[in-house]
Structure formats: structure tokens, C-alpha cells
């Protein structure tokens, strides 16, 4: 058996458990993943300049989004939470020339500053920044307007997120959430963040919803990846 062959888990049928995966295995993926280009990696560095959190999808988490939008032919797309602008040029990147996403911030400050480095993207044409809470912008978008929709915001009301989004996005639409794993803190006893008990119930009530066909990916902080049904 070759030495870099990974540990199974647990038993000895090879489809039935992952092989385990660490922090190798993903420089391994980021390493063969197109990555950023010069306008993201500056667009990241004037974010931090201006004081906004530095919390942006990682360029392989945005690799599989924009694979997943182009197999689901999205034209429309959905995001919670803007921040810097990052995760929806990525995406919108991944959308025809005439799509578009309608992305909703609810910092002022994020919002400008997303507003300003989208016009100066490729993409300025196929985003829209919705200022305001999603819980407030959400019902305004009408039923089956989206092919696809991403959650990234206050982990507390992705449930309430959810149930909009599965109004908003068409049948065999995509449904996608960030940070599954809690910023890290999935399995810790005491979390330091106030969200990763949110997450936690958010991950539990992902695996009873049946409008959905959904798991998650291991990539980033943790993607949900739905279908909804
Ligand atoms: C946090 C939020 C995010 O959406 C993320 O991707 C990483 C961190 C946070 O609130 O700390
Ligand atoms: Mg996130």
C-alpha cells in the first residue's frame, strides 16, 4: 500500500466511507484550481485597507460555485450578504451576458464599497446591490425569478433565508449556503463565535428539509449544495 495513500475512516469497502482529508489534500485542489486574478487579489487588499472583515470565499469555493452555476445554465442569481463584492463577481463571472445577480448587502459601508469595485469588474453590467436585511429585500423578489441562490450572511436567519430562497429559485434551481462548518468550530465544545451554535441548528435543519436534495461540501469553511426539488 503506497505511503501517500490517505487513512479510510472506517471500514473496508472503498465507496462507502471518504478517505480522510487534510489540510494537504486542499493545498493539493488549490493548487491545481484556477485562482484569482490581479483585480480579485486587489480587490481583497483595498478591502482590508478599508477596514472590511476579511471573511471572502476562498478561489476554490468560488472554482465550484462557477462550475455549478455553468452546469445549471443560471442566468438569475441570489446572494445574501455582499460584503466586499467578492463571492458575486466570482459568480456573476459565471453567468451569460445577459445575467445578472442581485446581490443584497445590509452594511452601508460594505455596500459602497462593493458598489465601487463592481463597476470597475468585468461583470458591473450582470450585478445589482439590494441595500437593506435580507429578512426586508428577500420578499420582494418575486417566486421562481433565480436559478440559483447563495447564502452568506447572519448565520442566525439562514433558516428564514432558506424558506425565501425556496420561493425565489426555480425547480432543480440551486440553493447553496457558506460556512457549514462554523468557521471552523463545528465540533468544539465551547465556540468562541456566537454563530456557530446558529450554524449548528441551521446544518440540523438542512437535513430535514425535503424541497431540497442537499449535502455538504467540504471545500472552504463548508458549502451546502442544493437542488431544490
Ligand atoms: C464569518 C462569516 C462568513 O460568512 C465567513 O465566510 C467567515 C467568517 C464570520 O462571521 O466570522
Ligand atoms: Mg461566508
Not at 487588499?45 to 452555476?69: C, F, N, T, V
Not at 438569475?76 to 443584497?104: F, H, N, Q
Request: hydrophobic share 45%; glycine share 6%.
Amino acid at each position: 500500500m503506497g505511503q501517500n495513500r490517505a487513512p479510510r475512516l472506517q471500514g473496508d469497502a472503498m465507496s462507502e466511507r471518504s478517505s480522510a482529508v487534510t489540510l494537504r489534500h486542499f493545498d493539493y485542489i488549490a493548487a491545481r484550481t484556477a485562482g484569482e486574478d490581479d483585480f480579485l487579489r486587489r480587490l481583497k487588499d483595498e478591502a482590508r485597507a478599508a477596514g472590511i472583515p476579511p471573511i471572502w470565499i476562498a478561489p476554490e469555493q468560488a472554482a465550484l460555485m462557477q462550475i455549478l452555476l455553468r452546469a445549471a445554465r443560471a442566468r438569475e442569481v441570489v446572494e445574501v450578504g455582499t460584503l466586499a463584492g467578492y463571492s458575486a463577481i466570482c459568480m456573476a463571472r459565471a453567468l451569460p451576458p445577459d445575467g445578472r445577480v442581485r446581490t443584497i448587502e445590509v452594511s452601508e459601508k460594505h455596500a459602497d464599497f462593493a458598489e465601487s469595485r463592481i463597476a470597475a469588474s468585468d461583470v458591473a453590467e450582470r450585478i445589482e446591490v439590494h441595500r437593506g436585511a435580507g429578512a426586508d429585500v428577500l420578499p420582494t423578489f418575486a417566486a421562481n425569478s433565480a436559478d440559483a441562490a447563495f447564502l452568506d450572511a447572519d448565520k442566525a436567519s439562514y433558516q428564514l433565508y432558506l424558506r425565501e430562497c425556496l420561493r425565489i429559485v426555480r425547480p432543480a434551481g440551486l440553493i447553496m449556503a457558506d460556512n457549514a462548518f462554523a468557521f471552523g468550530q463545528l465540533f468544539d465544545d465551547a465556540p468562541t463565535d456566537r454563530e456557530a451554535l446558529a450554524v449548528r441548528a441551521f446544518n440540523d435543519y438542512m437535513a430535514t428539509v425535503r424541497e431540497l436534495q442537499s449535502i455538504i461540501i467540504p471545500i472552504g469553511d463548508g458549502l451546502w449544495v442544493g437542488v431544490k426539488l
